[in-house]
């Protein structure tokens, strides 16, 4: 059989603190527990804003260091998480940040918004097919809020995880193989709103608040099928994961704040829609395990358990 590990998690974002800031508890929860949690990163996040005013000389329209200075950011926030597989989409800097929707950014030639739908899903197809995940994690189709690098990341992962099953596509990046749960990020409304209302409470030290909706992927809760309760190391290691992004968030006890100095509260659960699959809780019940149901689990992990039921 394989070297991999028995559960096998795969998460595909955008720029460097959206792993972070989405999936850290769920990322630091599986790490833990022995499963391989894969993060491949599309982008270096070359156009962000820079929070630190002693960094602001990073930024692309100063001396546009900020992707190298972020990969650092990234592989701190790894640490935090102890996961140990973190990749970029085909090579360091092979994809750029696009900026937001509609900058000029947009149509450079190395954009990842310009990228072939194709070539940068063979890109990821190379890590599945190594890699094996049963469980894909990436944004909704409108990337959570529309941001052009994240709905390409979406778009992308998709393709990956259709082609990457496809034995007649690329059969030199490996053995095919199929995924069998997708999920997408998500955060219901409730939650969002009582964090909201817990941080107007805290009176806190940003210069505003920001809005429900400037939440990315807010959903009815209705619409939620899986939710990981952060355990208190887990959320812990969130927190520190977000605030190694140094040049991204500034973080404030149980609240943040990005680039527009608007507070928002940090959400240590997160939570998920599964949109390939078969759940792996009853009827209508949210799973509280990505891998619930999860039919191949294969690895050493798994041996280990047959054994000591064996005994
Ligand atoms: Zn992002």
Same mark, same amino acid.
């Not at 505003?208 to 208190?232: C, F, K, R, Y």
């Given at each position: 059989?394989?070297?991999?590990p028995a559960?096998?998690?795969?998460?595909?974002?955008?720029?460097p603190d959206?792993?972070?800031?989405n999936?850290?508890?769920?990322?630091?929860?599986?790490?833990?527990?022995?499963?391989?949690?894969?993060?491949?990163?599309?982008?270096?996040?070359?156009?962000g804003?820079?929070?630190?005013?002693?960094?602001?000389?990073?930024?692309?329209?100063k001396?546009?260091?900020?992707?190298?200075?972020?990969?650092?950011?990234?592989?701190?926030?790894?640490?935090?998480?102890?996961?140990?597989?973190?990749?970029?989409?085909g090579?360091?800097?092979?994809?750029?940040?696009?900026g937001?929707?509609?900058?000029?950014?947009?149509?450079?030639?190395?954009?990842?918004?310009q990228?072939?739908?194709?070539?940068?899903?063979?890109?990821?197809?190379?890590?599945?097919?190594?890699?094996?995940p049963?469980?894909?994690?990436?944004?909704?189709?409108?990337?959570?809020?529309? *941001?052009?690098?994240?709905?390409?990341?979406?778009?992308?992962?998709?393709?990956?995880?259709?082609?990457?099953?496809?034995?007649?596509?690329?059969?030199? @990046?490996?053995?095919?193989?199929a995924?069998?749960? %997708?999920?997408?990020?998500?955060?219901?409304?409730?939650?969002?709103?009582?964090?909201?209302?817990? @941080?107007?409470?805290?009176g806190?030290?940003?210069?505003?608040?920001?809005?429900?909706?400037? %939440?990315?992927?807010?959903?009815?809760?209705d619409?939620?099928?899986?939710?990981?309760?952060?355990?208190?190391? *887990?959320?812990?290691?969130?927190?520190?994961?977000?605030?190694? *992004?140094?040049?991204?968030?500034?973080?404030?006890?149980?609240f943040?704040?990005?680039?527009?100095?608007?507070?928002?509260?940090?959400?240590?659960?997160?939570?998920?829609?599964?949109?390939?699959?078969?759940?792996?809780?009853?009827?209508?019940?949210?799973e509280?395990?990505?891998?619930?149901?999860?039919?191949?689990?294969?690895?050493?992990?798994?041996?280990?358990?047959?054994?000591?039921?064996?005994?």
């Amino acid at each position: 059989m394989s070297d991999l590990p028995a559960r096998r998690l795969l998460l595909v974002h955008a720029h460097p603190d959206d792993e972070s800031i989405n999936n850290g508890a769920t990322m630091a929860k599986y790490a833990a527990e022995g499963a391989l949690v894969t993060l491949v990163t599309c982008t270096l996040g070359e156009e962000g804003e820079v929070i630190p005013p002693h960094l602001a000389h990073l930024a692309a329209d100063k001396d546009d260091v900020l992707g190298p200075y972020r990969s650092g950011e990234l592989a701190a926030a790894m640490a935090e998480l102890g996961v140990t597989d973190h990749r970029l989409l085909g090579a360091p800097g092979r994809y750029r940040d696009s900026g937001m929707m509609g900058a000029p950014q947009n149509d450079r030639p190395d954009a990842f918004w310009q990228a072939d739908l194709d070539t940068a899903a063979g890109d990821l197809v190379a890590v599945v097919r190594e890699v094996r995940p049963q469980v894909l994690v990436t944004y909704d189709p409108d990337g959570g809020y529309g *941001h052009p690098d994240h709905i390409q990341a979406h778009r992308v992962a998709m393709r990956a995880a259709d082609l990457a099953a496809d034995p007649a596509f690329r059969p030199e @990046l490996g053995a095919a193989h199929a995924i069998e749960k %997708v999920y997408w990020n998500c955060n219901p409304r409730s939650v969002v709103e009582e964090g909201f209302e817990r @941080l107007r409470a805290a009176g806190l030290s940003f210069p505003g608040v920001a809005e429900v909706d400037d %939440v990315p992927g807010v959903v009815p809760d209705d619409q939620v099928t899986a939710s990981i309760a952060a355990a208190p190391e *887990h959320g812990a290691a969130k927190a520190a994961a977000m605030r190694a *992004h140094v040049t991204q968030i500034a973080v404030d006890g149980p609240f943040f704040a990005l680039s527009n100095d608007l507070g928002q509260p940090l959400l240590g659960d997160e939570h998920y829609r599964l949109v390939r699959g078969t759940p792996g809780a009853r009827d209508g019940a949210r799973e509280d395990d990505l891998f619930a149901g999860v039919r191949t689990q294969d690895g050493p992990e798994t041996a280990a358990d047959t054994r000591e039921t064996a005994r």
